[in-house]
């Protein structure tokens, strides 16, 4: 049926696949952020309306809405605003975390502010992990991972030695 094809593309990322999720997530969730529940579709429609870069940033802050940080993002958003400017189709489980191949059941719609505060709590789990203490990480308990630890650290738990053996040289 078309609705298994739709649904094969999504998770296999197929052609205009962002599109079509953006879409069908849309047809769900109505452009609602399900974590802060600003409605970011009529935000955009609202933005869309009026015309002068002043009156949309008073809109803007009259809805609570955090501005971009640069002042480039901030005057292009002002001038020419853009439904995606204003929500996000969000992986719940993460891309990184294995999240890639599932469908709709794993995205929910994020209001720009709320994605941009999930992507770096995202980015802060990937960079960390529990482990020992050093200089700057000693304040909250975590420390950079180093990818090579990791590996030295599976080895050691499947049984595997990781030091290595010092080769004794036999006469001939």
């Excluded at 649904?7 to 069908?24: A, D």
């Excluded at 995606?84 to 189709?89: E, G, L, P, T, V």
């Excluded at 990818?147 to 080769?167: A, P, Q, W």
Aim: overall charge positive.
């Amino acid at each position: 049926s078309q609705s298994c094809v739709e649904e094969g593309r999504v998770r296999r990322g197929g052609w205009n696949s962002s599109t079509k999720i953006r879409e069908q997530l849309f047809a769900l969730e109505k452009g609602v952020c399900t974590k802060c529940n600003i409605d970011a579709h009529a935000l955009f429609c609202k933005m869309k309306a009026l015309s002068a870069p002043a009156e949309r940033l008073n809109a803007l802050l009259n809805a609570k809405w955090k501005l971009p940080q640069t002042r480039q993002a901030t005057d292009r958003l002002l001038s020419d605003p853009k439904e995606s400017d204003f929500w996000q189709a969000d992986h719940e489980l993460a891309v990184a975390e294995g999240g890639g191949s599932t469908g709709l059941d794993n995205l929910r719609t994020l209001c720009t502010p709320c994605h941009a505060g999930e992507t770096e709590k995202l980015f802060a789990r990937l960079k960390t992990m529990p482990g020992t203490q050093s200089d700057e990480s000693a304040r909250d308990g975590l420390t950079q991972m180093d990818i090579t630890s990791c590996f030295s650290k599976m080895k050691s738990d499947n049984g595997i030695s990781t030091k290595k053996r010092k080769r004794r040289r036999v006469a001939d």
